[in-house]
Every structure is written in structure tokens, then in C-alpha cells.
């Protein structure tokens, strides 16, 4: 009998672009990748941070044989404990947010690897020395009620800088960046962005007009749809972009920059099956994986072949500010310590 692929799926899973896909048929996608086939039925663990998880892997054992049985364990336990007994306790890290990802690479618990399909990932996108790799792209803005804004009388804001207007006191709603990745990422590319004076004065003048800090990333744009704040910072995907569909919502993409991170991959340092995991790793990256993916889950990838996911055809991507992504994980407990400091909850 084969063996199936163990996958621990975080608790608390990160914030990515997606949105439920449809099924993706075969006869649309490119050819297969070769791979050695001598690997069918080898197990691997993987701790899991996708959307659609089920359906990725399911086409992955379709393609390859290797089948996949998820497991319930978060991304945070599993480092911690790999921190505490120095061993392997999964082969592959499928999804979750750059700045963890670079955090286990300084902690030594990555495995450098880089896929056969490199070509495919732009260097913007993938660790310079090889330990992590970018998937997709997880792009951000706000949302705004529209009805809410016309009630109070408030202009509709179009940029960043917007929200720093005292009309909107008490009006937005942001997620904490100690627990949200997303809003961890739009928090330092506003950063890099402005310089560190001007950008921790942006925040100061922003955060007088958030009343707290939600602790799920999704809460502040479902708080903006059911009526409980004029302006939702949030993660943009097909799912918020349908919302005006049925609600007085209007999705913003900042004209003076958009904040974004990538979802990402990694090999753990010590897997016991890491060629297996390698073959995952080419799978992802290959033209039919790509394709699978941004079909499924309606997410901009990061090979450079593909179009915008129809739910995202009109996203400016010219407006995405230019950031370094190592400086996520670099910068991340300085980050996180100044804001405790100057803004807290």
C-alpha cells in the first residue's frame, strides 16, 4: 500500500490570498514535470498554511502517487518544539508569511533548496541564499462602507494618507501586527517605504483614528460589511473584490503605494524525506503547478507567465511599493518593539 503524505495544518492559519476556487481541469494545464519516480509512496510531513490545501495536494498525488493525510498542528508549535529538540519534525513548510519564514532560516531550522523550476520564481520573491521560496502574492489595502461614509458625511479616502484625517476618528479598523502577518507586512512596507521618521509618524497619526487593534486578520473588513466601522485595512482578494456584489462596500487599492508579502515554501533543515519534499517544492513552482494554483484559489502567483486571476484583473500591481523582503524577518523584533512602544493596543 502507498504511503500517504502527514500534513500538520496551523490552527491559526495565516493571512493569504485566496478565495474558494472552482475544480481546475486537467486538460487546461501545462504538461507534467519529470521527476523520479522511485519516490512514489515515500511520506511527507508537512506543516500546512494554504488555502485549498486539500485540493493542491490532491492534484500533487494525482500527478506524482504520493497521497496526503492532513493532521491537525500549528506552524508555532511545530517550530518551537523543532527549537527544543533539535530534530525534524515535518519535511516541508507549504504556505505561511515571509518574516516566520526567515526567522526559522536565522534560527538554523531551514534546508537550502532551489528548485529546478528557479526560473520561475523572480529573485524579489525567493531567499537570496536559497532557504525559502515565494508562492503567491498577498496584496493589501481597505475596504470602505459606503453607506457608512455617506451617513456621517466623510470623503472617501483614496490613499494612506487619507486615513490620517481626524474625520475618521474612531472609524477604521486594523489588525494587530504582532499577530496578523499581513498587517505585520503592510506595517513594515510602509516602513521601508516612507524611512523610519516619517513612517512611525504615519502610524502615530493613523492609530487616533482606530479605536483597537482586532486580533484576526479578517476581522476588520467583516466588521466594515456588517456596518461596525467606516474603513476595514485588510488583505485584498477575490473574495473582498466581490464583495460590493452584495454589499455597500468599496475595495481601495492606496494610490500612493500597495503593501504586500509573499506566501512561501521551505525545505526544514534534517527532513527525512527531503528529496520527496524537493519533487513537492518543483511541482509548486512548475508551469502546471503555478497554473493549478492561480486557477483554484484565484491568487496572483509569482511566476511572471501568468495573468492576473480574473478576480484580480484590475489590481494595479504597478502601484506595489518596493520593499526587501529579508527586512521583514530582519526587522521584525524592532518592528514589533517600537510599536508596542509608541502605539501598543
Excluded: C
Amino acid at each position: 500500500m502507498m504511503s500517504k503524505v502527514k500534513v500538520f495544518v496551523p490552527v491559526l492559519l495565516l493571512s493569504i490570498l485566496i478565495i474558494a476556487g472552482g475544480v481546475v481541469s486537467a486538460d487546461e494545464l501545462p504538461e507534467m514535470i519529470d521527476y523520479d519516480q522511485s519516490l512514489e509512496g515515500e511520506t511527507i510531513d508537512v506543516v500546512a498554511a494554504f488555502a485549498n490545501k486539500e485540493e493542491v495536494f490532491a492534484k500533487f498525488t494525482e500527478d506524482t502517487g504520493i497521497e496526503i493525510e492532513p493532521l491537525t498542528m500549528s506552524s508555532g508549535e511545530v517550530l518551537s518544539r523543532m527549537k527544543a529538540e533539535g530534530t525534524a519534525m515535518a519535511d516541508l513548510w507549504f504556505g505561511g508569511g515571509v518574516d516566520s519564514f526567515i526567522e526559522a532560516k536565522n534560527d538554523g531550522l531551514l534546508q537550502r533548496y532551489e528548485s529546478e523550476m528557479i526560473e520561475n520564481i523572480p529573485e524579489q520573491y525567493r531567499d537570496e541564499d536559497g532557504y525559502w521560496m515565494g508562492n503567491n502574492l498577498v496584496i493589501t489595502g481597505f475596504v470602505v462602507n459606503e453607506e457608512i461614509v455617506d451617513d456621517l458625511g466623510l470623503d472617501m479616502p483614496e490613499t494612506w494618507e487619507d486615513l490620517t484625517d481626524p474625520q475618521y476618528e474612531g472609524e477604521i479598523l486594523m489588525s494587530d501586527p504582532a499577530i496578523s502577518g499581513t498587517n505585520y507586512a503592510i506595517v513594515a512596507s510602509i516602513l521601508q517605504d516612507k524611512g523610519w521618521d516619517e513612517g512611525w509618524q504615519f502610524w502615530e497619526d493613523l492609530s487616533a483614528n482606530i479605536p483597537y487593534f482586532a486580533q484576526r486578520g479578517s476581522e476588520p473588513h467583516q466588521k466594515t460589511v456588517m456596518g461596525e466601522a467606516a474603513i476595514g485595512i485588510t488583505y485584498m482578494d477575490g473574495g473582498i473584490m466581490a464583495l460590493p456584489e452584495e454589499h455597500p462596500i468599496k475595495p481601495v487599492f492606496p494610490e500612493d503605494g500597495i503593501p504586500w508579502v509573499t506566501g512561501n515554501s521551505a525545505i526544514f533543515a534534517g527532513a527525512e524525506n527531503a528529496e520527496a519534499a524537493a519533487t513537492f517544492l518543483d511541482w509548486v513552482y512548475s508551469d502546471r503547478g503555478q497554473k493549478y494554483i492561480k486557477d483554484l484559489n484565484q491568487t496572483i502567483m509569482v511566476s511572471p507567465g501568468l495573468d492576473n486571476p480574473p478576480a484580480l484583473a484590475e489590481a494595479p500591481l504597478d502601484q506595489l511599493i518596493d520593499i526587501d523582503l529579508n527586512k521583514f524577518g530582519e526587522d521584525r523584533a524592532e518592528i514589533l518593539e517600537e510599536w508596542e512602544m509608541r502605539i501598543g493596543n
